[in-house]
């Protein structure tokens, strides 16, 4: 079954530094999603991308937030400026949309555990 | 705003039973889809099982299955038979579908731990 693979699984940086987190969706999916769950709590959408461009984002997505698919299979969300307060599982999902049998496929990848010290 | 509300945040079974995990949830959409996670404490989110809205059969997915009650607005799992295995978080969520974008609102998730 096609997965949606994230790297790294864990990654740890000091505060202030720039984080790339790396997905990439199943290859004829058109739609990609990114969500952060703060441990121990539910999990909240951040942004959503489709056609090179956001299609919505979230009060958390702010401008320390960018999003891009730089290759046509890759697709990364960048902190620039980490706090602490972004600690967080951070999941990558994809989805192929929907037509007449309704909603094909939504995938989430297995997530980075992003921890900032 | 869609709201997704899970007012049970932690429920425990034994082994063979069965358990009903609530969920409700607040629109005024009539095109929607209705899912349950599983949340494995390795963390990663699988789903369970999804429910069209315009669908009035409730889904069923072997040993899970939901009774979707829409004038309500509520969406509970029903777990058959318990495994040890099902111990998890179980996150109910709702989309609706606009134009390009399918973003999904989670509830805050319902701890179950399954007991031999």
């Known amino acids: 079954e096609p997965e949606v693979t994230q790297t790294p699984s864990h990654q740890v940086t000091q505060m202030g530094q720039e984080v790339i987190l790396r997905c990439v969706p199943i290859?004829?999916?058109?739609?990609f999603y990114w969500y952060r769950q703060i441990l121990g709590q539910k999990v909240e959408f951040l942004v959503s991308?489709?056609?090179?461009?956001?299609?919505?984002k979230s009060e958390i997505f702010d401008d320390q937030f960018s999003v891009e698919r730089p290759d046509g299979s890759n697709f990364t969300l960048k902190i620039r400026s980490t706090k602490l307060e972004d600690s967080a599982m951070y999941f990558c999902?994809?989805?192929?949309?929907?037509?007449?049998?309704?909603?094909?496929?939504?995938?989430f990848g297995s997530g980075t555990r992003l921890t900032v010290v | 705003a869609q709201t997704v509300t899970q007012s049970q945040p932690e429920m425990s079974v034994q082994e063979a039973e069965t358990v009903t995990l609530s969920c409700t949830y607040d629109?005024?959409?009539?095109?929607?889809?209705l899912f349950w996670y599983k949340q494995p404490p390795s963390r990663q989110m699988i789903l369970v099982i999804r429910?069209?809205?315009?669908?009035?059969q409730n889904a069923t997915e072997n040993r899970f299955s939901v009774n979707f009650q829409k004038a309500a607005k509520s969406f509970s799992l029903k777990i058959s038979d318990s495994q040890l295995g099902d111990t998890a978080m179980y996150f109910c969520?709702?989309?609706?579908?606009?134009?390009?974008?399918?973003?999904?609102?989670f509830g805050k998730g319902t701890l179950l731990t399954v007991n031999p």
């Open positions: 999902a994809s989805s192929a949309g929907q037509g007449p049998r309704g909603l094909y496929g939504y995938t």
């Open positions: 290859s004829n999916h058109l739609y």
């Open positions: 991308f489709y056609n090179n461009e956001i299609s919505e």
């Open positions: 629109t005024s959409e009539n095109n929607y889809y």
């Open positions: 429910q069209e809205a315009y669908k009035q």
């Open positions: 969520a709702f989309m609706r579908p606009r134009g390009s974008n399918y973003k999904l609102t």
